[in-house]
């Protein structure tokens, strides 16, 4: 069946401007997650749905970082006022329910360049 | 806090030779431990877990809770397993659906 896909795959803006990056999880996955994978952090939390609850956003790295989740399904995550830090490659997991006898599932990411 | 530490950036090894990534973990209660791997211009996916104990791709894991470790291990590398290791972990507490990653181990296997 098809995976979680992503979309933009690539993504190139300008210093200043907002961004938004969407998820599609797998049809039926209640849980979907974003990350973040920079150079020198590694790949970092940044917010859960359960449906389309966000019960944890504590790794939203500003208040320029904002999800939402409508219909239990598509996910988008929005970037305010860019900033070079912010660019890195943005992955979005879904999973069937949330915890940890359930696979995540990984989209194939977001590739995000702020110059 | 959770945190998930793999001290080697880069493992270079030669065809057939074993090959051993090492991940070690701070977390006070019990964990669950993956290991997950990224083929060149392919998507993050789950290699294997600490408690389905299987061998995948003639990969194995063992948690030592004493010593607080999940090294993945290969006895004979094959250049297909060239890739991105990263190891993680889920807590058992009320995060457990957050997954806590190490920095990654980028393993080269040469001809």
């Known amino acids: 069946g098809a995976g979680v896909s992503q979309s933009p795959s690539n993504k190139v803006t300008e210093k200043g401007k907002d961004v938004e990056l969407r998820c599609d999880p797998i049809?039926?996955?209640?849980?979907l997650y974003w990350y973040r994978q920079s150079l020198g952090q590694g790949l970092e939390f940044l917010i859960y749905f359960q449906g389309n609850s966000a019960p944890d956003k504590s790794g939203l790295p500003s208040d320029r970082f904002s999800a939402e989740r409508t219909g239990g399904s598509v996910s988008t995550l929005t970037i305010q006022r860019t900033q070079q830090e912010d660019s890195a490659v943005y992955l979005c997991?879904?999973?069937?329910?949330?915890?940890?006898?359930?696979?995540?599932?990984f989209g194939p990411g977001t590739r995000l360049t702020v110059t | 806090a959770q945190r998930v530490t793999q001290p080697e950036k880069l493992l270079s090894v030669f065809k057939g030779a074993p090959v051993e990534l090492k991940c070690n973990y701070s977390y006070s209660g019990s964990p669950e431990l993956f290991w997950y791997v990224q083929y060149s211009r392919q998507r993050l996916q789950l290699l294997l877990r600490h408690i389905s104990r299987e061998s995948i791709k003639g990969f194995t894991a063992d948690l030592n809770k004493g010593e607080t470790s999940f090294h993945l291990k290969k006895p004979f590398a094959q250049e297909e397993d060239s890739a991105m290791y990263y190891c993680?972990?889920?807590?058992?507490?009320?995060?457990?659906?957050?997954?806590?990653f190490g920095k990654g181990t980028l393993l080269t296997v040469n001809p």
């Open positions: 993680a972990l889920i807590g058992s507490g009320g995060s457990n659906y957050k997954l806590t």
């Open positions: 997991a879904s999973s069937p329910a949330p915890g940890g006898p359930y696979e995540q599932y």
């Open positions: 049809s039926g996955h209640t849980a």
